[in-house]
């Protein structure tokens, strides 16, 4: 096989999802309907959090954070993708490429963390109620939220360089929609066994750590709440930490998934992909909101508020104009 420097390497083919073009219509319209209601309801739940103090709580605090990682996360992978569904060259630069990648690292590393430390607070709340306001304070909220962000941006910082050292083939094109480092390897002339050692003494400690955490978190959780002896205070525990399992489940799953498979292309490969990628993101707002009682109500007060204010403006404009009407009159008069 030939060898080519990757500096001669300007552009790879991504080609993962369909090769029919009445296929690639439908689900440029799928996706595009799904981006667009992963802003919407990100940016509600941000915008809610922010303005209703009721939300002002560690839960919520944590909630927003994750809702803007999702954003990030989103827009990191589904514009791209929408842009090759809907144009004949679907190539993507070596740079972008590699930056597509800077970004999953730190956003998917950052969620991991940050849903950890949801079941952390989560367990705080449920386990030890009279001490939660102690335990979870504003400074160690922030702090924690920190340190999910450090971790996210230290895996990128072990992986992405060592991507950057590689030569690739003359080969270029990624049986997948997005750029990930998984995908990288089978394109490459150059040894990658530093490279694969790397990722999975970073990825796998990381992904492990956080996912037992979670588990511990929620095993502990679930023994409180069996204990309860109100059916009503069970009902209302195991619906507040449902949502988060189901956020959980989906992500860790189909990532773990993922980048433990080989990258062949193969349709079980693509679904792994799209659902932490794309359907995870739109998920996390809709489960929280139309699970959270506190949420729904939050949000109906923000309508309310924002329709009132508006409601003011225009009859305060109505008002301004008939007495400029009045005093024209009576000028004229």
């Not at 590393?109 to 504003?138: F, K, N, W």
């Not at 490279?195 to 023994?223: E, W």
């Not at 707002?285 to 506190?294: A, C, D, G, M, T």
Request: charged fraction near 15%; proline fraction near 4%.
């Amino acid at each position: 096989m030939a060898f080519v420097n990757h500096s001669a390497i300007r552009e790879f083919i991504l080609f993962g999802l369909s090769a029919s073009p009445h296929i690639q219509a439908l689900l440029s319209v799928l996706f595009l309907g799904i981006y667009l209601l992963t802003i919407i309801g990100n940016l509600m739940l941000l915008l809610v959090i922010r303005v209703d103090s009721h939300l002002h709580t560690p839960m919520y605090f944590f909630l927003s954070h994750l809702s803007f990682i999702d954003l990030c996360f989103s827009s990191v992978i589904v514009p791209k993708m929408l842009e090759n569904l809907l144009s004949e060259k679907k190539t993507i630069s070596v740079e972008g490429c590699l930056a597509q990648i800077f970004f999953v690292f730190v956003t998917g590393g950052t969620e991991a963390c940050l849903l950890s430390v949801m079941a952390y607070d989560r367990y705080a709340a449920i386990c030890h109620p009279l001490l939660y306001g102690q335990v979870m304070r504003e400074e160690w909220c922030v702090q924690l939220v920190w340190v999910s962000w450090g971790l996210g941006i230290l895996d990128t910082l072990i992986n992405v360089p060592l991507a950057m050292k590689m030569d690739f083939c003359e080969t270029r094109t990624i049986p997948q929609y997005s750029c990930e480092l998984p995908s990288l390897f089978p394109l490459s002339c150059s040894d990658v066994s530093t490279n694969l050692i790397v990722m999975f003494c970073s990825i796998v400690p990381h992904g492990l750590a956080t996912s037992l955490s979670i588990f511990y978190s929620y095993g502990r959780i679930v023994s409180t709440i069996l204990s309860i002896s109100s059916s009503s205070g069970r009902s209302k525990a195991f619906s507040t930490c449902s949502s988060h399992l189901i956020t959980v489940i989906l992500f860790y799953g189909s990532a773990f998934l993922r980048y433990l498979m080989p990258t062949s292309g193969s349709p079980l490969e693509l679904i792994f992909s799209v659902q932490y990628n794309v359907v995870t993101p739109l998920l996390n707002p809709l489960i929280y909101s139309l699970k959270n009682h506190e949420v729904k109500v939050a949000l109906k007060r923000t309508l309310r508020k924002y329709l009132q204010c508006f409601s003011d403006r225009i009859k305060s404009r109505n008002n301004s104009k008939s007495t400029e009407m009045h005093v024209s009159r009576h000028w004229v008069s």
